[in-house]
């Protein structure tokens, strides 16, 4: 009898054991070790549909339908990605911090939210620390969340697609790439070359 109590006893010991294992291994893949985490949440493929207001570039660096680098990281998968630009248009790109509305974690950091996407900015740039609703979709949570501009950037931001480094399905119609996130890709620097000819 006393055999069977320890043997009962050690399968116990050994299941939370077990169990206290995989909530650590879970705890440690979930939290946020860098701001790629966040983004799990994120909707990487869009319907094309811009902001209401939003203008189209006239002579944008990378043109509609041509290829450039993507040289900034937003999400697993995306740096080195080659990226096809679908759209380019000129306007205020804003860094963010935000709660979700659906009562996530905050998001710090959020790269982009343009000025368009943003409940009655108008024309006027917003300064760092202004608190704003936000009027985009990019994340679960983020439509109507307040949020609190970080950092603001006057530059073109591009619609892209691409496929991801990491693998996956492609995604298409990604609001926002900036200008200074992208670089030319080879087969544009190649087509150059080959036109000085």
Same mark, same amino acid.
């Given at each position: 009898?006393?055999?069977?109590?320890?043997?009962?006893?050690?399968?116990?010991?050994?299941?939370?054991?077990?169990?206290?294992?995989?909530?650590?291994?879970?705890?440690?893949?979930?939290?946020?070790?860098?701001?790629?985490?966040?983004?799990?949440?994120?909707?990487?493929?869009?319907?094309?549909?811009?902001?209401?207001?939003?203008?189209?570039? +006239?002579?944008?660096?990378?043109?509609?339908?041509?290829?450039? =680098?993507?040289?900034? @990281?937003?999400? $697993?998968?995306?740096? &080195? %990605?080659?990226?096809?630009?679908?759209?380019?248009?000129?306007?205020?790109?804003?860094?963010?911090?935000?709660?979700?509305?659906?009562?996530?974690?905050?998001?710090?950091?959020?790269?982009?939210?343009?000025?368009?996407?943003?409940?009655?900015?108008?024309?006027?740039?917003?300064?760092?620390?202004?608190?704003?609703?936000?009027?985009?979709?990019?994340?679960?949570?983020?439509?109507?969340? +307040?949020?609190?501009?970080?950092?603001?950037?006057?530059?073109? =931001?591009?619609?892209? @697609?691409?496929? $991801?480094?990491?693998? &996956? %399905?492609?995604?298409?119609?990604?609001?926002?790439?900036?200008?200074?996130?992208?670089?030319?890709?080879?087969?544009?620097?190649?087509?150059?070359?080959?036109?000085?000819?």
């Amino acid at each position: 009898m006393r055999r069977t109590w320890i043997l009962i006893i050690a399968v116990v010991m050994i299941a939370v054991l077990s169990a206290c294992g995989k909530n650590t291994w879970s705890s440690n893949n979930t939290s946020p070790e860098n701001s790629n985490m966040q983004h799990s949440g994120m909707d990487h493929s869009g319907s094309g549909e811009v902001p209401t207001g939003l203008k189209e570039e +006239t002579n944008p660096t990378y043109k509609p339908g041509s290829q450039a =680098v993507i040289q900034d @990281d937003h999400m $697993p998968g995306m740096k &080195g %990605a080659i990226a096809t630009i679908v759209g380019a248009y000129k306007t205020t790109a804003y860094v963010v911090d935000y709660t979700p509305k659906n009562g996530g974690e905050k998001v710090s950091g959020h790269k982009w939210v343009i000025q368009q996407e943003i409940k009655d900015a108008g024309e006027k740039d917003l300064q760092p620390g202004a608190q704003v609703v936000l009027d985009a979709d990019h994340m679960t949570g983020m439509m109507g969340a +307040t949020a609190e501009i970080v950092s603001a950037e006057q530059t073109t =931001v591009y619609m892209v @697609d691409y496929t $991801p480094t990491t693998g &996956g %399905a492609p995604v298409k119609n990604h609001m926002w790439v900036t200008e200074s996130e992208l670089s030319p890709s080879e087969s544009k620097s190649t087509d150059m070359q080959g036109m000085s000819h």
